[in-house]
């Protein structure tokens, strides 16, 4: 078929590229996370024709995209699915299967901002506008946990048992998760804690609990983290035992936040 009629007859162009099966793994590494530059012109070239492009990317590692995402409709990550990728590969972009996936690991804007993921310690001077790069953004391109689907979810206000306890106590914590879109399907809720004012550097966010479920369109889930002090506030110090500290802990889900005090 010369290329004028499947320009006509084609609505998308799946454009599959990605890294050979030997370029990750063990001994295996690169200087770079970019695709080779023919990739990433072939794409371009494509994006001349006017069509939206729905990248297909199989890989080992996460990979540098910030030239390949303005050009792409939809990115669809498969990783190295093997031969029996191939029928959920056809069922997402038929629409028969509604994608659920999270990312388990963040997606840096650039090769640069390597080590970048989701539990680094917060900067040094995190309210002086310090510290970022100067000719990229600071944030990665997709963050730990990101993952889009078929339909939409509206997350609820967090809902606590208390907002002050001690350290023998358990707090429930509760959000409502409702489809708002026309396409059932699932949904996972992360949540994570910080610790803003520790004795020693803790992580921004640490993922304590998550929790994946079914939900029909136009229905409600509810999603409830019972939290344990002892065993999701406490981090290990430098001898190898448990810390449990009072103070201030901020909960979280999606974008929304509560804060917990723990007294004695």
């Known amino acids: ?116 993921y989701y539990n680094m310690r917060q900067s040094a001077r995190p309210f002086d506008n310090l510290g970022g790069y100067q000719d990229i953004q600071t944030n990665p391109l997709y963050n730990f946990g990101y993952g889009l689907s078929y339909t939409t979810y509206k997350c609820s206000d967090i809902k606590v048992s208390k907002t002050e306890f001690t350290r023998n106590e358990t707090i429930i914590a509760e959000v409502d998760v409702t489809n708002i879109g026309n396409k059932s399907g699932k949904e996972t809720v992360l949540w994570y804690i910080s610790d803003p004012a520790s004795s020693i550097s803790r992580p921004i966010k640490e993922l304590k609990y998550f929790e994946k479920k079914k939900i029909q369109k136009g229905k409600t889930e509810r999603y409830k983290f019972e939290i344990i002090p002892e065993r999701d506030l406490s981090f290990v110090d430098s001898n190898g035992n448990k810390q449990l500290e009072t103070g201030v802990y901020i909960l979280q889900v999606y974008d929304k936040k509560v804060t917990l005090v723990m007294t004695e």
């Not at 699915?81 to 959920?88: I, K």
């Open 1 to 116: 078929m010369r290329q004028k009629e499947w320009q006509k007859k084609s609505d998308v162009i799946i454009l599959c590229l990605g890294e050979q099966k030997h370029w990750s793994g063990e001994n295996a590494s690169r200087s770079t996370i970019s695709l080779p530059k023919f990739q990433e012109l072939l794409a371009e070239e494509l994006n001349k024709i006017g069509k939206p492009i729905i990248l297909v990317l199989s890989s080992g590692r996460p990979l540098e995209l910030c030239r390949l995402e303005p050009l792409s409709s939809a990115i669809l990550e498969i990783w190295q699915p093997g031969v029996a990728g191939g029928r959920p590969f056809a069922g997402i972009l038929s629409g028969r299967i509604n994608p659920s996936g999270k990312l388990s690991m963040t997606f840096p804007y650039s090769t640069g901002q390597i080590p970048i």
